[in-house]
C-alpha cells in the first residue's frame, strides 16, 4: 500500500512538472531578480548616510510624495470624471473627436509639461504677454504648481477608465431609474458613480504609480520626493545602500496602495451584464449655454494638457531649429524609435509566454507565480534602476572573484541591462489586456488544434496569436509610448554612447537651456500624438 | 480498434469526484453512446481519453498500446484521437475550407474533397463559421476531425444546438461515415434516444460511476435494478424511456 502510495505521489509530480512549468518557472525567477534584489538590499540595511537622511530629508520625502499622491489623485479625478460623464452622456458639437483628443496629453512626459509651463508662466512669458504684462508672470514651481503640472498630465488613466464604465453602464439602467423619477443629477451621485467607483480606483491607482515614478518634473521644481530623494542618495551623497533602503520603503508603501485598491475594487466589483451596443447609454442632446458647459469641460483638460504646452515647445523650438535640427537629430530620434520598437517586441513575445506557459504546464502554482513578476509596474523605475546597478555590481564583483573573469564591461556598456529593466517595469502593460482576452478565447479552440496534430507552438502562431491580433498590436503601441516617454530607468543605465529623445530633452532642461529642450520634445510628442491618434482609429475600426 | 480503461479515476481540485474507478473495453469499431445527466462525469471521460485531462489513476489503452498510465503520457496530438467539441470550436478566423484541411500536410490536401462532398459542404467552403447555420458548423467540425483520419472519434454532445432536421440529419450522416471509414465513434449524449437510434452500445454513467454496459438492441431487456432506478431519477425523456420497457 505504501508503495502504491509512493508511485502516485511519484506520478503526481511527474505529471505537474513538466516542461512547460520548467520554462514557466525560469522566466519568472528572471523577471523577479529585480524584486530579490530590493528584499536583499533590505537585509543588508543602511549606509554611513542614514541619520543624516532619517533626521533632515525623510520627512520631507514622506510628507511631499503623500501631499502629491493627495492633490494629484483629487484633481485628476475632477478632470478626468466630470470630462468622462460628458462624453458618455451628452450629444454635443465636435463630441466624435473630443473623445479621443482628451486622451492627447498621455503624448506629453510630464516633465516636459513641467519646462512648458514654467516657460509659459514666466517673467515676460507667454502669460505675461497674453495679459499685457499686468502679471510679472506666475511662479509656479512649487507643489501646487507640480500637482497641477501632474494632474493635467496623468487624468487621462482617469478619463479613459471611467468613460468605458459609464459607457457601458446601458440605457436599461437609466430608464428604469429616471421611471423613479430620478433627475439626470441624482442619478450620477446615487446610481452612475457608485458603479464606477473600482474603475476609477483603477485609474487612480495607475496616477498613483505615476506619481510616484516621476523624477523629471519634481527634480525641476526641486521638491523632494522619494524617487528624488533615491537619485539624490545615490549620485550626490554617494549611499548606494541607504538608497536601497529608501527604494524598499517605497515599494513597502506601494504594496500597501496596491492592497487597499484590491480591497476596495474586490469589494466594490460589479458587472455590467448587457454590452452590446444597443443596450449603451443613449446620449441626450444638449444646445445653448448647456452645451457651451460641457464644451468648456471637456476642452479645457485638453487646452491646457496638450495644446498650451506643445504651443509653447514649438515657439521654442523654433528658436534652435535652424542650428539644432541636423543629422545628430535624425540619429537621436532613430534611436528613441529603434530602442522603442525591439523593446515592446520583446516584451510582446515574453508576455505572451508568460501567458500561454503556465496554461500548458496545467500547474495552477505557475499562474499563482506569475503575477509576482509582473508587478514591475508599480515599482518606480529609480527604484528599478538603482537595484539593477547595485545587484549588476555584485554579480560583476562575483564573477572576477570567483572565475576571474571581467565581465563588467559587458553588462556595463551594452543595452541588456537597460532592456531587462524596461522588461520588469513594462512586463504588465502587455501581459495584462493580453491574459483577460486570452480567457475570452474558448479553451476547446486550442484543444481542437492539438488533436488535429498539431503542436503547442504551430497553435499559437496559427490560432490564438491571430485571434488576439488586435489586442496584441495595442498593447504593442500601448508599450511603444511608455518606452519613448520613459526617463529615469533611461537616465540611470543607458549607455554612455546611447541617447534618446527624452533623455536629450532633460539634459538641456538640467542645463537650465530650457528653450533647446523644446525640440527633441517636439519631436517626441509629435513620434506619441500620431501613434495615439493611430491607436484610437485602430480601435474605433475593432469596435465592433 | 480496440480502446481499454482501467480503473481510471478523476477529481477536480476543488474535490469534485468527476469520475470513479471506470472501467470498460470496447473491442470493435462501434459506435458507443455514453449516456448521463448534465455534470455526470461523461465530457471528463472524453477529455481523458482524448489526453486533454490527466486522470489520478488508471491506464488508457489503445490497440493495447499504452496512451496513459502515470509513467507514459501521450500528448493529445500524438494519440490520433479526435474530438468534435460541444459547440463545435471552429476556428473563427479561418474559411471552412482551412479548418478542414487544418489538421492535413500539403500532400494530403487532396483527400478532403472526398469528405466536402459526403457531408454537403462544397458550395460552403469559402465560407467563414459565423456564416454558417448550427448544423452546418457541426458538419464542418465533424469533418475536420475526419480529415486527419483518427483511429477514435469523440463527440461531445453532437445534437445539442440543432433543430429535429438538422439532428435527424446528421444522426444518419454520422451513422453512414462510420460504417465507410471502420471508424469507432463515442458519443456523449444526455438523450437516451439518439444514443437508441445511432449507437451500437451504451455506456450509462452516473456520478462518474459506470453503472451499466449494454447493446442498444438490449436496452429493452434491461433488468438491471440499479440503473432502471437511476433511470427514473433522470431526464423527462428517460422517465418516458422507462415506461416503453416497462
Redesign the interface.
Given at each position: 500500500m505504501a508503495v502504491s502510495k509512493t508511485?502516485?505521489f511519484i506520478?503526481?509530480i511527474?505529471?505537474t512538472f513538466n516542461k512547460w512549468t520548467l520554462a514557466t518557472a525560469s522566466i519568472i525567477l528572471v523577471l523577479c531578480l529585480p524584486l530579490l534584489a530590493i528584499l536583499l538590499g533590505l537585509l543588508k540595511g543602511v549606509g554611513n548616510t542614514w541619520d543624516h537622511i532619517q533626521k533632515y530629508l525623510l520627512l520631507e520625502y514622506i510628507s511631499n510624495s503623500i501631499y502629491l499622491i493627495i492633490g494629484t489623485g483629487i484633481l485628476s479625478s475632477l478632470i478626468g470624471v466630470s470630462s468622462a460623464w460628458c462624453v458618455a452622456t451628452y450629444n454635443f458639437k465636435f463630441r466624435a473627436y473630443i473623445k479621443w483628443l482628451l486622451y492627447l496629453p498621455l503624448a506629453i512626459p510630464s516633465y516636459i509639461m513641467a519646462y512648458a509651463y514654467v516657460g509659459f508662466f514666466e517673467f515676460e512669458g507667454t502669460f505675461d504677454k497674453i495679459t499685457l504684462n499686468t502679471t510679472s508672470g506666475l511662479d509656479i514651481m512649487n507643489i501646487w504648481g507640480l500637482i497641477f503640472i501632474l494632474s493635467i498630465s496623468l487624468y487621462p488613466y482617469v478619463y479613459g477608465s471611467s468613460w468605458v464604465m459609464f459607457t457601458s453602464l446601458g440605457k436599461k439602467l437609466w430608464e428604469s431609474t429616471s421611471l423613479s423619477g430620478i433627475t439626470q443629477n441624482n442619478y450620477f451621485f446615487s446610481i452612475a458613480l457608485p458603479l464606477t467607483l473600482p474603475a476609477i480606483f483603477g485609474g487612480l491607482f495607475l496616477v498613483f504609480m505615476e506619481v510616484l515614478n516621476d523624477y523629471g518634473a519634481a527634480k525641476y521644481f526641486g521638491i523632494n520626493t522619494f524617487t528624488t530623494g533615491i537619485f539624490r542618495t545615490w549620485t550626490a551623497l554617494e549611499d548606494i545602500n541607504s538608497s536601497i533602503f529608501l527604494a524598499a520603503i517605497l515599494v513597502v508603501v506601494i504594496v500597501i496602495i496596491q492592497m487597499i485598491n484590491s480591497l476596495f475594487r474586490g469589494k466594490k466589483s460589479y458587472s455590467i451584464n448587457d454590452i452590446s451596443p444597443n443596450s449603451q447609454n443613449v446620449r441626450k442632446n444638449i444646445k445653448g449655454i448647456h452645451q457651451l458647459l460641457v464644451l468648456t469641460i471637456c476642452l479645457l483638460p485638453v487646452v491646457t494638457g496638450f495644446i498650451i504646452p506643445l504651443l509653447q515647445l514649438l515657439k521654442w523650438s523654433m528658436l534652435h531649429v535652424s542650428s539644432q535640427l541636423d543629422l545628430f537629430f535624425l540619429y537621436l530620434s532613430l534611436n528613441s524609435i529603434l530602442l522603442a520598437f525591439f523593446t515592446s517586441l520583446l516584451i510582446i513575445l515574453v508576455a505572451l509566454l508568460l501567458v500561454f506557459l503556465p496554461r500548458w504546464s496545467?500547474n495552477?502554482y505557475m499562474k499563482f507565480l506569475t503575477n509576482f513578476s509582473t508587478v514591475g509596474y508599480s515599482i518606480p523605475g529609480a527604484v528599478i534602476g538603482i537595484t539593477l546597478i547595485a545587484a549588476s555590481g555584485y554579480f560583476v564583483n562575483y564573477f572576477d572573484y570567483i572565475f576571474n573573469l571581467k565581465i563588467g564591461k559587458y553588462i556595463f556598456s551594452g543595452l541588456a541591462l537597460l532592456i531587462f529593466a524596461y522588461l520588469f517595469r513594462f512586463i504588465s502593460v502587455a501581459y495584462n489586456p493580453l491574459e483577460a482576452n486570452t480567457l475570452r478565447i474558448?479553451p476547446?479552440?486550442p484543444?481542437?488544434?492539438?488533436?488535429?496534430?498539431?503542436?503547442k507552438f504551430f497553435t499559437l502562431f496559427?490560432?490564438e496569436i491571430?485571434?488576439l491580433k488586435s489586442s496584441i498590436i495595442s498593447s504593442f503601441l500601448i508599450l511603444f509610448i511608455d518606452l519613448m516617454k520613459e526617463l529615469p530607468l533611461t537616465l540611470i543605465l543607458k549607455p554612455y554612447n546611447i541617447q534618446t529623445l527624452a533623455i536629450k530633452a532633460f539634459e538641456y532642461a538640467d542645463d537650465e537651456r530650457i528653450t533647446e529642450a523644446a525640440l527633441p520634445s517636439v519631436i517626441l510628442i509629435l513620434i506619441i500624438t500620431t501613434i495615439i491618434l493611430f491607436l484610437s482609429k485602430y480601435s474605433k475600426v475593432k469596435a465592433y | 480498434m480496440e480502446l481499454e480503461l482501467v480503473d481510471i479515476s478523476k477529481t477536480y481540485n476543488n474535490n469534485v469526484c468527476a469520475i470513479k474507478s471506470l472501467n470498460y473495453t470496447l473491442d470493435k469499431s462501434a459506435i458507443c453512446g455514453i449516456v448521463g445527466d448534465s455534470g455526470c462525469g461523461k465530457t471528463t471521460l472524453l477529455r481523458i481519453i482524448a489526453g486533454l485531462e490527466t486522470p489520478d489513476n488508471g491506464i488508457i489503452k489503445v490497440n493495447n498500446n499504452i496512451v496513459y498510465d502515470g509513467w507514459i503520457n501521450v500528448a493529445p496530438e500524438k494519440r490520433q484521437i479526435g474530438m468534435v467539441f460541444q459547440g463545435n470550436a471552429l476556428f473563427p478566423h479561418m474559411t471552412v475550407k482551412k479548418n478542414i484541411t487544418f489538421g492535413l500536410e500539403k500532400e494530403s490536401l487532396n483527400s478532403v474533397n472526398k469528405l466536402i462532398e459526403l457531408f454537403s459542404l462544397e458550395d460552403k467552403i469559402n465560407r467563414y463559421p459565423h456564416e454558417l447555420s448550427s448544423g452546418q458548423m457541426q458538419r464542418v467540425a465533424i469533418a475536420r476531425t475526419l480529415a486527419v483520419q483518427p483511429k477514435i472519434l469523440l463527440l461531445d454532445e453532437p445534437f445539442s444546438n440543432l433543430d429535429l432536421i438538422a439532428k435527424s440529419k446528421l444522426r444518419t450522416e454520422i451513422k453512414k461515415i462510420a460504417k465507410i471509414l471502420s471508424i469507432t465513434v463515442f458519443i456523449v449524449t444526455h438523450d437516451i434516444f439518439d444514443a437508441l437510434d445511432i449507437c451500437d452500445e451504451i455506456i450509462f454513467i452516473n456520478n462518474g460511476e459506470l453503472i451499466e454496459t449494454c447493446n442498444s438492441s438490449d436496452v429493452k431487456n434491461l433488468s438491471d435494478i440499479k440503473l432502471k432506478s437511476y433511470l427514473k431519477n433522470m431526464t423527462d425523456q428517460a422517465k418516458r424511456f422507462i415506461s416503453i420497457i416497462e
Amino acid at each position: 500500500m505504501a508503495v502504491s502510495k509512493t508511485t502516485y505521489f511519484i506520478k503526481k509530480i511527474k505529471n505537474t512538472f513538466n516542461k512547460w512549468t520548467l520554462a514557466t518557472a525560469s522566466i519568472i525567477l528572471v523577471l523577479c531578480l529585480p524584486l530579490l534584489a530590493i528584499l536583499l538590499g533590505l537585509l543588508k540595511g543602511v549606509g554611513n548616510t542614514w541619520d543624516h537622511i532619517q533626521k533632515y530629508l525623510l520627512l520631507e520625502y514622506i510628507s511631499n510624495s503623500i501631499y502629491l499622491i493627495i492633490g494629484t489623485g483629487i484633481l485628476s479625478s475632477l478632470i478626468g470624471v466630470s470630462s468622462a460623464w460628458c462624453v458618455a452622456t451628452y450629444n454635443f458639437k465636435f463630441r466624435a473627436y473630443i473623445k479621443w483628443l482628451l486622451y492627447l496629453p498621455l503624448a506629453i512626459p510630464s516633465y516636459i509639461m513641467a519646462y512648458a509651463y514654467v516657460g509659459f508662466f514666466e517673467f515676460e512669458g507667454t502669460f505675461d504677454k497674453i495679459t499685457l504684462n499686468t502679471t510679472s508672470g506666475l511662479d509656479i514651481m512649487n507643489i501646487w504648481g507640480l500637482i497641477f503640472i501632474l494632474s493635467i498630465s496623468l487624468y487621462p488613466y482617469v478619463y479613459g477608465s471611467s468613460w468605458v464604465m459609464f459607457t457601458s453602464l446601458g440605457k436599461k439602467l437609466w430608464e428604469s431609474t429616471s421611471l423613479s423619477g430620478i433627475t439626470q443629477n441624482n442619478y450620477f451621485f446615487s446610481i452612475a458613480l457608485p458603479l464606477t467607483l473600482p474603475a476609477i480606483f483603477g485609474g487612480l491607482f495607475l496616477v498613483f504609480m505615476e506619481v510616484l515614478n516621476d523624477y523629471g518634473a519634481a527634480k525641476y521644481f526641486g521638491i523632494n520626493t522619494f524617487t528624488t530623494g533615491i537619485f539624490r542618495t545615490w549620485t550626490a551623497l554617494e549611499d548606494i545602500n541607504s538608497s536601497i533602503f529608501l527604494a524598499a520603503i517605497l515599494v513597502v508603501v506601494i504594496v500597501i496602495i496596491q492592497m487597499i485598491n484590491s480591497l476596495f475594487r474586490g469589494k466594490k466589483s460589479y458587472s455590467i451584464n448587457d454590452i452590446s451596443p444597443n443596450s449603451q447609454n443613449v446620449r441626450k442632446n444638449i444646445k445653448g449655454i448647456h452645451q457651451l458647459l460641457v464644451l468648456t469641460i471637456c476642452l479645457l483638460p485638453v487646452v491646457t494638457g496638450f495644446i498650451i504646452p506643445l504651443l509653447q515647445l514649438l515657439k521654442w523650438s523654433m528658436l534652435h531649429v535652424s542650428s539644432q535640427l541636423d543629422l545628430f537629430f535624425l540619429y537621436l530620434s532613430l534611436n528613441s524609435i529603434l530602442l522603442a520598437f525591439f523593446t515592446s517586441l520583446l516584451i510582446i513575445l515574453v508576455a505572451l509566454l508568460l501567458v500561454f506557459l503556465p496554461r500548458w504546464s496545467k500547474n495552477t502554482y505557475m499562474k499563482f507565480l506569475t503575477n509576482f513578476s509582473t508587478v514591475g509596474y508599480s515599482i518606480p523605475g529609480a527604484v528599478i534602476g538603482i537595484t539593477l546597478i547595485a545587484a549588476s555590481g555584485y554579480f560583476v564583483n562575483y564573477f572576477d572573484y570567483i572565475f576571474n573573469l571581467k565581465i563588467g564591461k559587458y553588462i556595463f556598456s551594452g543595452l541588456a541591462l537597460l532592456i531587462f529593466a524596461y522588461l520588469f517595469r513594462f512586463i504588465s502593460v502587455a501581459y495584462n489586456p493580453l491574459e483577460a482576452n486570452t480567457l475570452r478565447i474558448s479553451p476547446s479552440i486550442p484543444e481542437s488544434s492539438y488533436l488535429l496534430g498539431k503542436s503547442k507552438f504551430f497553435t499559437l502562431f496559427k490560432v490564438e496569436i491571430p485571434l488576439l491580433k488586435s489586442s496584441i498590436i495595442s498593447s504593442f503601441l500601448i508599450l511603444f509610448i511608455d518606452l519613448m516617454k520613459e526617463l529615469p530607468l533611461t537616465l540611470i543605465l543607458k549607455p554612455y554612447n546611447i541617447q534618446t529623445l527624452a533623455i536629450k530633452a532633460f539634459e538641456y532642461a538640467d542645463d537650465e537651456r530650457i528653450t533647446e529642450a523644446a525640440l527633441p520634445s517636439v519631436i517626441l510628442i509629435l513620434i506619441i500624438t500620431t501613434i495615439i491618434l493611430f491607436l484610437s482609429k485602430y480601435s474605433k475600426v475593432k469596435a465592433y | 480498434m480496440e480502446l481499454e480503461l482501467v480503473d481510471i479515476s478523476k477529481t477536480y481540485n476543488n474535490n469534485v469526484c468527476a469520475i470513479k474507478s471506470l472501467n470498460y473495453t470496447l473491442d470493435k469499431s462501434a459506435i458507443c453512446g455514453i449516456v448521463g445527466d448534465s455534470g455526470c462525469g461523461k465530457t471528463t471521460l472524453l477529455r481523458i481519453i482524448a489526453g486533454l485531462e490527466t486522470p489520478d489513476n488508471g491506464i488508457i489503452k489503445v490497440n493495447n498500446n499504452i496512451v496513459y498510465d502515470g509513467w507514459i503520457n501521450v500528448a493529445p496530438e500524438k494519440r490520433q484521437i479526435g474530438m468534435v467539441f460541444q459547440g463545435n470550436a471552429l476556428f473563427p478566423h479561418m474559411t471552412v475550407k482551412k479548418n478542414i484541411t487544418f489538421g492535413l500536410e500539403k500532400e494530403s490536401l487532396n483527400s478532403v474533397n472526398k469528405l466536402i462532398e459526403l457531408f454537403s459542404l462544397e458550395d460552403k467552403i469559402n465560407r467563414y463559421p459565423h456564416e454558417l447555420s448550427s448544423g452546418q458548423m457541426q458538419r464542418v467540425a465533424i469533418a475536420r476531425t475526419l480529415a486527419v483520419q483518427p483511429k477514435i472519434l469523440l463527440l461531445d454532445e453532437p445534437f445539442s444546438n440543432l433543430d429535429l432536421i438538422a439532428k435527424s440529419k446528421l444522426r444518419t450522416e454520422i451513422k453512414k461515415i462510420a460504417k465507410i471509414l471502420s471508424i469507432t465513434v463515442f458519443i456523449v449524449t444526455h438523450d437516451i434516444f439518439d444514443a437508441l437510434d445511432i449507437c451500437d452500445e451504451i455506456i450509462f454513467i452516473n456520478n462518474g460511476e459506470l453503472i451499466e454496459t449494454c447493446n442498444s438492441s438490449d436496452v429493452k431487456n434491461l433488468s438491471d435494478i440499479k440503473l432502471k432506478s437511476y433511470l427514473k431519477n433522470m431526464t423527462d425523456q428517460a422517465k418516458r424511456f422507462i415506461s416503453i420497457i416497462e
